[in-house]
């Protein structure tokens, strides 16, 4: 997926919700969605920033004067230039493909990435698991690289096979790149069997799966016999 045909994707899906062309809270809510979050101020407030390379001083304070942003998004937009017009969603990713084609940094909460251990209970954080399946998603379009030959999912997929609860990471992670890509991608049969995979390892280890309704609610994907997948 290009930069071009992702930005065309947000503004078709918005157009389909709202009946109009996208506004600037539009997109920028859409965005927020995309990674995870309910809103943009969710994002605003909570969204992190990891460095996976060395960089220089410069470079370090950047990203230093991001994290302490109301706003991290726009501030990319604004800090690298990349607004064409106020509130285009083109300007935001380009904002964030400056960062991913630097294979520099990548806004997210960064335990999934660090430390999966670091969770008491995969069942209990969706949210973080949501925050961080939406970011790699997004961040792994804008890189046209659904395996995310740089980012530690072999490291989760490696220790699957001793730790089955990660089952519940893995599907987020796949289901949301899934749906970063069209109809017509050639990836989307393999995205497909590797999210279906992952969920029935999820079910079969007696995990829950969530899913959000259309009013942004939680609920338990099930398979009708009250045991949640």
Request: charged residues 20%; contains cysteine.
């Amino acid at each position: 997926m290009t930069l071009g045909d992702f930005n065309w994707s947000i503004r078709r899906y918005l157009r389909s919700r709202i009946g109009s062309a996208p506004s600037r809270e539009d997109t920028f809510d859409l965005l927020a969605t995309l990674l995870g979050y309910q809103s943009f101020q969710c994002l605003a407030s909570d969204a992190v920033i990891v460095r996976l390379h060395g960089a220089d001083q410069t470079y370090i304070d950047d990203v230093i004067a991001l994290r302490q942003s109301p706003f991290p998004i726009e501030h990319a937009a604004m800090r690298h230039k990349a607004i064409g017009s106020e509130g285009e969603a083109g300007a935001t990713a380009q904002a964030l493909a400056d960062y991913a084609d630097a294979r520099a940094l990548v806004a997210i909460p960064h335990s999934i990435l660090v430390d999966p251990d670091s969770y008491p209970d995969l069942d209990a954080t969706f949210e973080t698991l949501r925050e961080n399946a939406g970011v790699l998603a997004l961040h792994c379009a804008l890189q046209e690289d659904w395996k995310l030959r740089d980012l530690p999912i072999q490291m989760l997929e490696s220790e699957f096979i001793n730790k089955p609860e990660l089952a519940v990471p893995l599907y987020h992670i796949y289901h949301a790149i899934l749906d970063c890509y069209p109809e017509d991608s050639p990836y989307r049969d393999q995205l497909y069997e590797k999210t279906a995979f992952y969920k029935q390892a999820a079910a079969s280890s007696g995990h829950a799966l969530y899913t959000r309704t259309s009013r942004r609610q939680l609920q338990t994907i099930s398979n009708g016999s009250g045991r949640p997948l």
